[in-house]
T-cell receptor
Framework: KQEVTQIPAALSVPEGENLVLNCSFT??????LQWFRQDPGKGLTSLLL?????REQTSGRLNASLDKSSGRSTLYIAASQPGDSATYLC???????????FGKGTTLSVSS | GAVVSQHPSRVICKSGTSVKIECRSL??????MFWYRQFPKKSLMLMAT?????????EQGVEKDKFLINHASLTLSTLTVTSAHPEDSSFYIC????????????FGQGTRLTVV
């Protein structure tokens, strides 16, 4: 059974710092991996989707990498801002068309 | 990106009543939609997979008679919480994937259900 783990569970950094969020999954035979952002009491905002054949995706200050063989993904946030404060969720698709399996998330707090 | 609309965003109901939550894909068609539940400070747990025109597939431990799912069209799925109890209070989120392969899933805004 696929399990997704995110470390750390919580992270506090000062504004301007670069940071890395980690995600690991137990079954490396994934289809896609997706990173989301969730603000308190809100739904999910998709940040980046990495297909299994890709190694990374970039969007603005965000860069996500995928290493299927080791079962890991990282989300790199450059020059963090207070507006980046949220919970970041990593999720994987085991097969095409199936549901996402989520990690518990990393709650990020960026202080000004 | 594609839009998934979930309604209502918040609902308070009395114990024993039923509540219906709607999930609509506004600008794409989805043969499959997913319903998740999120407990405070916990991850999203898949409840069921909703298939257009057929019965939903429920995850282990989810009561199908309590959480009724209907996927009547390619753009609408509904989740009805029947005979609600306080322990059903939670955040429910739906997701839909466009028909095309290799596309990402899009999520509704979520519904905060409080049963009193």
């Amino acid at each position: 059974k696929q399990e997704v783990t995110q470390i750390p569970a919580a992270l506090s950094v000062p504004e301007g710092e670069n940071l890395v969020l980690n995600c690991s999954f137990t079954d490396s035979a994934i289809y896609n991996l997706q990173w989301f952002r969730q603000d308190p009491g809100k739904g999910l905002t998709s940040l980046l989707l990495i297909q299994s054949s890709q190694r990374e995706q970039t969007s603005g200050r965000l860069n996500a990498s995928l290493d299927k063989s080791s079962g890991r993904s990282t989300l790199y946030i450059a020059a963090s801002q207070p507006g980046d404060s949220a919970t970041y969720l990593c999720a994987v698709y085991n097969q095409a068309g199936t549901a996402l399996i989520f990690g518990k998330g990393t709650t990020l707090s960026v202080s000004s | 990106g594609a839009v998934v609309s979930q309604h209502p965003s918040r609902v308070i109901c009395k114990s024993g009543t039923s509540v219906k939550i709607e999930c609509r894909s506004l600008d794409f068609q989805a043969t499959t939609m997913f319903w998740y539940r999120q407990f405070p400070k916990k991850s999203l747990m898949l409840m069921a997979t909703s298939n257009e025109g057929s019965k939903a597939t429920y995850e282990q431990g989810v009561e199908k008679d309590k959480f009724l799912i209907n996927h009547a069209s390619l753009t609408l799925s509904t989740l009805t919480v029947t005979s609600a109890h306080p322990e059903d209070s939670s955040f429910y989120i739906c997701s839909a994937r466009p028909l095309e392969v290799n596309t990402e899933a899009f999520f509704g805004q979520g519904t905060r259900l409080t049963v009193v």
